[in-house]
């Protein structure tokens, strides 16, 4: 079992930056494959990023390639998205996720935080 927990949202203008945390439980951090997933409102939950347990790869989607950036501490069980030059429609709630394997598929992963808004305005 893991218990994610996000913080770091907030309201923020376009073109500013957000860092977005997970703080997860459990001794088994290392060997999960972490993902950022988000919903807008009417829209599916889309993948983000994810990083391997190892850290040493991660992939992005399209839409935020060059701007965000997934990383992960396996000592302090934390992984960060680091968000940059926002823009209105990354405005969402942004999920964490924990799985054994990676996959852009929200139902790959049993595990899953609560959810922090982020909105950017223009």
């Known amino acids: 079992q893991v218990q994610l927990v996000e913080s770091g949202g907030g309201l923020v203008q376009a073109g500013g930056s957000l860092r977005l945390s997970c703080a997860a439980s459990?001794?088994?951090?290392?060997?999960?494959?972490m993902g950022w997933f988000r919903q807008a409102p009417g829209k599916e939950r889309e993948f983000v990023a994810g990083?391997?347990?190892?850290?040493?790869?991660?992939r992005y989607a399209d839409s935020v390639k060059g701007r965000f950036t997934i990383s992960r501490d396996n000592v302090k069980n934390t992984v960060y998205l680091q968000m940059n030059s926002l823009k209105p429609e990354d405005s969402a709630v942004y999920y964490c996720?924990?799985?054994?394997?990676?996959?852009?598929?929200?139902?790959?992963?049993?595990?899953w935080g609560q959810g922090t808004q982020v909105t950017v305005s223009s």
């Open positions: 996720a924990a799985g054994p394997l990676f996959s852009t598929m929200s139902d790959r992963y049993p595990y």
């Open positions: 990083v391997s347990g190892s850290d040493d790869w991660t």
């Open positions: 459990g001794r088994t951090f290392s060997s999960y494959t």
